[in-house]
């Protein structure tokens, strides 16, 4: 088995943040997908506002689908309502031009908001910081907002931004909008905002954005510009060395999907926006609400709790909340990868997540199911069948938009036929299913009368006219098919389809059976609608009764399909290392002829069927077809559909390292990019998968006696496990630790008398000083000083350096200027010319500097569920922490950008603790600065000083250093502390 | 047989001007094809500058190619240069806004000038004159020009005029460029200039395009506009009713296949253009040169003439003239259509024009098939064969780029497979064969030997593996091939293929021969290259000698292919009438299997050999082929290279009627849309072979005793004939009379005493007065005045109407307003009220309308072979003679736009004298108003007066009405007057 790719992505992980700290090219598409935000009406990929050479940047609405050749028909890339235009004295701000100082990018989840901090150099030599922010709001789904800082560090004179609307999107060199009109107006408070109106070229869907722009600077001025299809704003600010300028940029966008005329409902709702700020508000009091129901807390893994949090916001902000006639493509609203279809991702992947946390979404999915029979209706009818058989591949009518034939992937020019669209019946029943669950869960029965019912009995009705009697082997049938494992494409008798169509069937009866107790009057209209006549009732019966299910009893091995076994045997390590599929490597037809799997097929049926009772869900019968089909199951390279599922039967068969290995494969997938394919969208049946491996498996569970309970097996390190499910309108908290943390709970429930509910240890976070105490940069900051003392013919040595331990650069500098008198462009000019000699030296940084002890330390810390903090006044850390290697081990990080005080102020620490979640009572600051220790102090919190006495003395507890610190002992340590003796007592 | 369509298509002829009086929605795109402008480097299809919805413009270089699935290449549309955007007083001026109160397109084909004059009247009510005029410089290829003028007629205030370049132009959809950088310049003369710097998304060609713009008005101002993708420079005219603002639009553009740093490039060259009208100087002196040598003129059938010269035009600006590695594509430059890929085209059908007139340009076309000769081997080496095959669609590196697969014309969705690409072979005669032509016309012994030996010997090395031996039939075979007809596409033996491999292997021979004798080096070097082995010679020579060429001695007729008399028989006429293809109609499979021919197969062959000694060259064979073949070929919806040659083939089996209905047809293809897919772009093979159907069919001319020989068949009411050749580096002029004309001339020539060539008939022209004289229009402009006065309360009447005869719209005016004062708008919007009156009156003008006597002289002039042109003061005169039905009776139109001073003065008779290109002195005017014969005088021109003698009795000759006159009469008449006598007489 292959390990989940490493690589350097350049990703620091936080609770509840993922932050870039450099920008690499090479990562361009990929990250634009890790950074999409969106509001289930649309996404945005997470391309730079002032643009950049070879972005595929994409904002994609639900439904505004267009016709394109060979795939039918795509979401059309919307109106890129992202453009700013930053001007500095004449040079424009583009990241492949000038020089990048400091990056850092950082997609905060809990608020939907992705922000980015540039410190940039133009050619010309004018620094500035820039700071942009956008989201896309939850409250309305119309509205969109950005905000650009800009600060001129070393330059008086002007800074202009052109903000704008691009009405010339494409879909990766397709166009699908022509231009109607466009126009600009003047608020009742005097603000200029541009409108756009459009129409896509074919299926005719108008669409208007509008974006408004305010400045809060009485100097700086706004005029109309823009050109034809390219509606902007301008404003211009002079701006004195150091002085901060603001941009907010508003959009709306409305399609004549909901309004009739789309260009004026966004002029209407421009003009009632209020500022950034309200509506920045309002958005994190409507995510707060959200992740009440929605969240997952892991404790004892940073990696994996952001990396679930991660997977759970793509969906949130996927999922349609007000509209029900579409639903969730399989690369969600962040790529162009398969066109915005949708398949049965859905309903099997994805929908668990949202029947247990958000009911009212999963039922939007489902009703888009609904809205979509006629198509299903015409293509059963199409190939010659009764009923309604789903697309595979389905857009805005239902109709099958999967293309017959797609472009090889080498270079031979024969088209590759995709069977698919003809072939791949299951998801008929997959719809079914999601159905089926979600009417359990939810206990919606007028939901069921009115929209469920229909579409399980007229695609058992498809399932009635489409199973064949095979008269010599005196069995149903269903011929020429593809199962899930879609390396097979010329089968039949797939057991998953044979087994679910009975299970479809079986369920279908019940409905109706149900339909004639509670609502008659519905019953008798559905069937004759449908002609659910009691002749087909009774082949239904028949089906159910002798459809053919292959099961050895003895080995208890289903075969995946008629003549599996006869198949050439193939093992998967002979062919190791490897990074592509085996379908590529054995061809089309090679993989068709070995029992190779693209992805699981009886083990997702048995997944599946794990709480209907019979053979199918017992353990033994599990534990023996992983043991077939696991090893020959291309998991690394085959469909990204599989690992989350392995992980959850993983789980189940009690091997916990194979099952957090894939479970971490899933997670993974588009944070770190493990397939090389992020680049094209989300991989969205990943992402629900990984929370149905959470839930499903590591927490393990069931619905016995009518309520969720769980089993849980939680990987090794996790120290907790905690999340909500929604069942029957009651809400469920499980709240699950490892044995290790319940047994020490256990010990401290005795000592406090049973308050285990309560209880917090004492101690919950521990925040690092970076320099000097991780690591020793400290001389590479000196390095830089020095040269730069050198070249300014100042006098400097390493005891003038060591006083400047813990100060912040500006201080620094005035330090070893000793008084001398310098403009405040000449200290700007320093301050950057010295940083750029430590960023130069730092290139060099290695997991071989950190401080002996550290990451010893650092993972006792882990072990013991201890959150871990940096607070650093360096604006570096970021890039030192990842050149260090520990960035998978801290939780947080507080830097020079955090805060605007600097050590011995407590602010740094404090916001660590925020950014921890935890009181600074809580929290314990390790330091080697005085200023350091006296700003843990001031903070409230526990100190660690590291050094000498004469130093660092005021804290709680003195260390030499980390070497061979062990974190009982120094737990033991700070126990002793009287928390009273926050004082200096030297 | 069908008539080719007519159709509306509000097009009116003269002799070297397309005029488009009327502007319909409905013919946008057919019309933007029509009116395509270029210079042998890049073409503009006919969009409007203002823009309109679904408007399909094009900007195509030639070269420019870029990466597209299925089709694999295809010319990138290149950023747009033409958008204007003129804002009246705020309102934007567009053609579905407001109200189009007159309208008039000319596509000069003299000078390559589009040009359009529109008078607009906004929403608001702001009346302007807007005048617009564009061509690609043909002196200099990089350099564009367009000029705006904007006449305020009833308003004072603003007139902004944004000029841009739009960097997200398309192909119907699909984007081929990204942006890379833009900026703005100021030259040194103050003007502003802005560039962008774009690149093709996969093959990587740069390109970079400027803008300039100048104005003359000191009080204008122009300001650097733009957005990304769009720069653009803004002018601000400040207008007073009655003036006119204008403004300059220069373009330069270069790509990177011609220049390392285009966009520099561009900037630089834009810096050093003069003005517009200088530009438009030396654009008229190397047209004129152009025509020179490529002119063709013919009398009595001005749509003939015009269609003549539009066609040569289309060709002339796509033929390249300064790059050997590109050719002109199936559409040339003016459409989406076959992606710019090259055919045989090229080859067959429009080289023989530039071989005989710009044999340079011939030249480039025929190295461009030598550059591609790596291609063309590829092509060969992958279907297992040996030398050079070249591609059915050729590109930009020669390799086959013909799909393979296209979607179906209907609506199902299984593919077509195209078999072109791999069966369609005969290209690699064509190829060599317009080699074989370009030799002898112009011995180019130089080019052959280092360019063509190569070409003509590699094809015939892929030949000599190809052809096949059957031993069962003892005769070479070539099986699996695609004739030129298109409809069977699995066919062997092929007689068109196997005859012209025959002649392309003795052609190899010969060129082989002459190279030994000439320049023995570069036969070993060839030889030893192409592995022309004498053992290879020999099977050349077998092959010769004993390919299988089915001919029945007895009847003459030649087996399309193998098997081909006994597919199914068809009658076409059973079809009739139809709209579509016999392919459509049958279908792929059903056309296959009957008798049923796209396009001329046996009859192409015949036609290429026509003076190739032998029986495939004699007359007897090719009528008994003729009367075969003909009726079953689908002549009006099969191939639109067809008609040409049938043309010309009819005409040497002297069947006029069937030559000239198949001329037309070809002729008008683009210009009438008659095939309804004008839009896709110029048929550039028809139009090639309208040149060749005229030159080889009509003149009949024929290369004997080693110069080109003449022997006409003109079609019924042509008069003459003549057009230049150039023959081994001497041209050819041939003026060739029709017989009824020859006679004429002769008898003239015993009047003169022999001296018929330089003999002119003394009156070649006859002018009319429009109103009063061919029709009684008068009575709606009284109707329209007497409208207008009842509405102002001014006194009038019919006989105060009677005084307006002839006068200029602003003089009846101010002579029904007697006197009264009014303001300067006043009388703009009165004359405009009057003008929308008399345009609301004359919707009802038909035919029926013109006066007794009118069509009758009119076509006595035509078959005389005196030209006809109109000299009305009407501004409305295009769109009455359209009305009228008579288009194609008049030469030329001089109306109200055309002169500025009116009626008395000589100037409007002067223009269409000019228009006509005859001196005054052989003119004659037919007016009845006074100020209409005192002009005519004033011109020195012939005048016959109508009406009165009290009114006309100036004229030379005076008559009541045209009722009854003849033209033989009136011409006695005038050749009595005494030419001195051009007083008044009164």
Redesign the interface.
Same mark, same amino acid.
């Given at each position: 088995m292959t390990k989940h790719k490493e690589q350097n992505c350049h990703n620091t992980y936080t609770d509840w943040a993922v932050i870039e700290t450099q920008f690499d090219p090479t990562q361009l598409h990929y990250k634009e997908t890790v950074f999409t935000v969106g509001n289930g009406y649309l996404g945005t990929r997470g391309s730079f506002e002032e +643009?950049y /050479?070879?972005a595929m940047g994409a904002t994609l609405i639900h439904g505004v689908y267009d016709d394109v =050749?060979?795939v039918h028909t795509e979401l059309a890339n919307c109106p890129d309502w992202l =453009?700013l %235009?930053v001007i500095i004295n004449g040079d424009r701000f583009r990241l492949d031009q000038g020089e990048i100082l400091s990056y850092r990018r950082q997609l905060d989840v809990r608020r939907g908001v992705l922000s980015r901090d540039v410190r940039w150099r133009s050619e010309s030599g004018y620094t500035v910081d820039i700071h942009l922010e956008r989201f896309a709001s939850l409250v309305d789904q119309h509205v969109l907002a950005l905000r650009c800082q800009v600060t001129a560090l070393n330059f008086e004179g002007k800074v202009e931004i052109?903000a $704008?609307i691009?009405g010339?999107p494409?879909n990766q060199? %397709?166009?699908?909008w022509? @231009? /109607?009109n466009q126009g600009d107006v003047t608020t009742d408070e005097g603000a200029h905002a541009a409108w756009i109106h459009l129409r896509t070229?074919n299926t005719g869907i108008e669409l208007g954005m509008a974006t408004r722009v305010t400045v809060s600077d009485a100097n700086a001025s706004v005029r109309v $510009?823009?050109?034809? +299809?390219?509606p $902007?704003l301008a404003a211009t600010f002079p701006v004195q060395s150091g002085q901060t300028v603001t941009l907010e940029k508003l959009v709306t966008v409305f399609t004549s999907r909901e309004e009739k005329a789309p260009a004026q409902a966004a002029v209407d709702k421009i003009k009632q926006q209020p500022n950034y700020a309200t509506l920045l508000s309002a958005q994190e009091a409507a995510w707060e609400e959200v992740w009440q129901s929605s969240d997952v807390v892991i404790e004892g893994d940073i990696k994996a709790q952001l990396a679930i949090r991660y997977n759970l916001f793509q969906l949130l902000i996927s999922a349609p909340r007000h509209d029900d006639t579409v639903s969730i493509p399989a690369k969600t609203l962040s790529g162009f990868a398969y066109r915005g279809h949708v398949f049965w991702d859905t309903e099997i992947f994805i929908q668990p997540f949202l029947i247990f946390t958000q009911p009212d979404l999963a039922r939007n999915l489902l009703t888009y199911r609904y809205h979509t029979l006629n198509g299903a209706r015409r293509k059963a009818k199409d190939s010659g069948y009764k009923g309604a058989m789903f697309a595979w591949e389905s857009a805005g009518t239902g109709d099958e938009v999967t293309p017959? @034939?797609v472009?090889p992937a080498d270079d031979s020019?024969? /088209?590759v036929r995709i069977w698919c669209g003809d072939r791949e019946l299951h998801i008929n029943t997959d719809v079914a299913y999601a159905v089926w669950q979600y009417w359990q869960a939810t206990g919606d029965d007028a939901w069921m009368r009115d929209y469920g019912a229909e579409l399980v009995l007229d695609t058992a009705v498809y399932w009635g006219s489409r199973v064949e009697w095979n008269p010599k082997q005196e069995h149903y049938e269903i011929r020429e098919v593809i199962g899930t494992d879609e390396y097979h494409e010329h089968v039949s008798n797939n057991t998953f389809t044979n087994r679910m169509v009975q299970w479809h069937l079986e369920k279908a009866l019940v409905v109706l059976d149900w339909l004639h107790k509670q609502y008659p009057e519905q019953a008798a209209t559905l069937e004759g609608k449908l002609l659910v006549t009691l002749e087909r009732q009774a082949r239904w019966r028949d089906i159910i009764s002798n459809i053919w299910i292959p099961y050895d009893p003895e080995t208890g091995i289903i075969e995946q399909c008629e003549g599996f076994f006869k198949l050439e045997d193939i093992n998967l390590a002979d062919y190791e290392p490897r990074t592509k599929s085996m379908q590529t490597i054995l061809g089309i037809e090679g993989a068709s002829k070995r029992q190779v799997l693209k992805q699981p097929d009886v083990l997702m049926l048995l997944y599946l069927l794990r709480e209907t009772p019979g053979i199918f869900s017992d353990l033994r019968t599990l534990q023996a077809n992983w043991d077939y089909y696991a090893p020959r199951t291309d998991i690394t390279y085959g469909s990204s559909l599989g690992p989350a599922i392995h992980a959850a039967l993983a789980s189940y068969l009690n091997q916990p390292e194979e099952a957090y290995e894939r479970f971490m494969q899933a997670a993974l997938v588009d944070l770190e990019d493990t397939r090389r394919n992020a680049k094209e969208g989300i991989h969205a049946a990943s992402a629900g998968g990984v929370w149905q491996a959470l839930v499903f498996g590591f927490a393990g569970i069931r619905i016995n006696d009518t309520y969720p309970q769980a089993k849980p097996h939680l990987p090794k390190g996790w120290t907790r496990l905690k999340f909500k499910l929604q069942w029957r309108g009651e809400w469920y908290e499980f709240d699950l630790r490892s044995e290790e943390v319940k047994e020490e709970l256990g010990q401290m429930e005795d000592n406090t008398n049973g308050k285990s509910a309560e209880h917090k240890p004492e101690i919950q976070g521990v925040i690092f000083d970076l320099d000097g105490v991780l690591t020793e940069t400290a001389e590479y900051h000196y390095r830089g000083w020095q040269r730069l003392a050198d070249e300014e013919g100042i006098p400097f040595n390493r005891e003038a350096n060591e006083a400047m331990r813990g100060l912040s650069r500006r201080d620094s500098l005035l330090l070893m200027l000793n008084g001398q008198s310098r403009t405040e462009e000449q200290l700007e000019e320093m301050m950057e010319r010295k940083n750029r000699y430590y960023l130069e030296f730092i290139k060099d940084v290695s997991p071989a500097d950190l401080l002996p002890g550290a990451v010893e330390l650092l993972d006792e810390l882990r072990a013991a569920g201890i959150k871990v903090g940096i607070g650093s006044a360096s604006k570096n850390a970021q890039e030192v922490i990842q050149r260090l290697g520990i960035s998978d081990r801290v939780d947080t990080i507080s830097d020079g950008y955090s805060v605007t005080r600097s050590k011995p102020a407590p602010d740094l620490f404090l916001h660590a603790a925020e950014q921890l979640g935890l009181a600074p009572e809580h929290c314990v600051v390790v330091e080697d600065a005085a200023s350091g220790v006296e700003a843990a102090l001031a903070a409230g919190m526990l100190a660690v000083g590291l050094g000498p006495v004469e130093r660092v003395g005021v804290a709680h507890v003195v260390l030499p250093s980390l070497e061979g610190v062990q974190w009982a002992d120094l737990l033991a340590k700070l126990s002793h502390v009287e928390r009273s003796v926050h004082v200096q007592v030297r």
């Open positions: +643009g /050479l070879g =050749p060979v =453009p %235009v052109q $704008s691009n010339y494409d060199g %397709v166009m699908h022509e @231009w /109607l070229r $510009s823009g050109c034809q +299809g390219y $902007s017959r @034939w472009p020019e024969e /088209l």
